[in-house]
């Protein structure tokens, strides 16, 4: 039975050739129903859409549920968790984020009514990092910087792995980026046409986004001018859970310019920074943010990068995101995140079959080989 769980990174070509030289045989089977049974028990994907495990109960419900009724001591510190929690950290969190949101609403809008000149992308900035600030202390924010002299820079891009909604606010609580996404409707979309009078963010419809040409064209025209903020990106194209870091997306890498790759790492002891959109709205996931201890995270700006010569976009997503996995202590898979909403792309199953085709001809012709030289 555990032969059969246990996961074995062998090549199909090399544990199938060690059963047999040539033909197919039925006890090929066998390979693939185990490496079925390996992705059903042990999938590498859908446990990178779920909340960290912790090794002990934080106070926090995520955990184990059922933790704070072991003691009667346990659980009277748990109800005065909730109390400190609900009824002061939650209004006054909530005050916070309303100053923050609406300091940002109306200095990008006035800010914006200004010509364009280097006092207007000062005040921009200002109005932008002091908002982020305020929000950041909405959340009881502690984030460590380091490596500041890595910091991105206006012309070039900043790419991160994406674990919350948040991470673009812990970003901009130390420096100013224009942001790149779909334009949304509701608050959202009155923050973003506030904030795009004042800086160039690249804000897209939702017909536009999916013309991959389009994109690429306006973000290589703000990377082009050296007077314009940094973009910030997140390649991955959805939130991962702070345990890995999944395939980057090439569009970003197709742009040109510097790639500035930032890690950014959450702790989970005091707050689950992580938005499973498959599972709550914005409005539950924030509420379950503003109602934790605190958030708690790392973020390394790392040196720049270049694309190599003779480098695909592909080649150079893919070691700029190792980068990334290695200073953030991240699992780095190569597997799409777009797998948390859709089925597997029919060309991987392809694939293999290709594999294996080619593995049979390729023995079958080395055994006829062999067979006419014994003959001779």
Do not use: Q, Y
């Given at each position: 039975f555990f032969s059969i769980i246990e996961r074995d990174e062998t090549p199909m070509?090399?544990?199938i050739a060690s059963l047999h030289r040539m033909e197919f045989q039925f006890s090929d089977i066998f390979y693939f129903c185990r490496k079925g049974f390996e992705a059903i028990v042990e999938d590498e994907v859908t446990q990178r859409f779920s909340s960290e495990e912790l090794v002990s109960w934080n106070l926090l419900t995520r955990t184990n549920v059922n933790f704070h009724y072991v003691s009667l001591r346990l659980t009277v510190v748990w109800v005065i968790g909730v109390i400190v929690r609900y009824c002061f950290l939650l209004p006054l969190r909530f005050t916070l984020a309303a100053i923050g949101i609406t300091s940002m609403i109306v200095g990008t809008t006035v800010v914006g009514q200004l010509p364009n000149s280097s006092l207007k992308n000062y005040l921009s900035?200002?109005?932008?990092?002091?908002?982020?600030?305020?929000?950041?202390?909405?959340?009881?924010g502690t984030i460590h910087y380091h490596n500041k002299e890595n910091k991105p820079q206006k012309g070039g891009i900043?790419?991160?792995?994406?674990?919350?909604?948040?991470?673009a606010i812990i970003l901009t609580n130390d420096g100013c980026y224009a942001m790149v996404g779909q334009v949304h409707g509701g608050l959202m979309g009155v923050i973003q046409r506030a904030t795009v009078k004042a800086c160039p963010h690249v804000w897209f419809e939702r017909s536009e986004i999916k013309d991959r040409h389009l994109v690429t064209k306006r973000l290589r025209e703000h990377v082009a001018d050296k007077n314009k903020l940094p973009i910030l990106i997140f390649p991955e194209g959805?939130?991962?859970?702070?345990?890995?870091?999944?395939?980057?997306?090439?569009?970003s890498f197709e742009i040109g310019g510097t790639i500035y790759p930032v890690a950014i790492k959450y702790d989970p002891q005091f707050g689950d920074a992580f938005w499973n959109s498959s599972k709550y709205n914005i409005v539950s996931y924030l509420l379950r943010i503003m109602t934790s201890w605190a958030i708690v995270c790392h973020v390394w700006y790392m040196p720049p990068m270049v694309r190599k010569d003779g480098e695909d976009a592909v080649q150079f997503a893919n070691r700029v995101r190792s980068a990334i996995a290695r200073q953030g202590g991240?699992?780095?898979?190569?597997?799409?995140?777009?797998?948390?909403?859709a089925k597997v792309k029919d060309s991987f199953k392809e694939e293999q079959q290709k594999n294996y085709s080619k593995?049979?001809?390729r023995n079958g012709s080395q055994g006829s080989l062999s067979a006419g030289t014994e003959s001779d």
């Open positions: 070509e090399k544990e900035e200002v109005v932008h990092l002091t908002c982020s600030r305020i929000l950041v202390r909405a959340l009881s900043c790419v991160a792995n994406h674990t919350s909604p948040i991470d959805t939130c991962i859970n702070n345990t890995s870091v999944m395939m980057f997306k090439k569009g991240l699992t780095e898979l190569p597997w799409d995140g777009g797998l948390k909403r593995m049979l001809v």
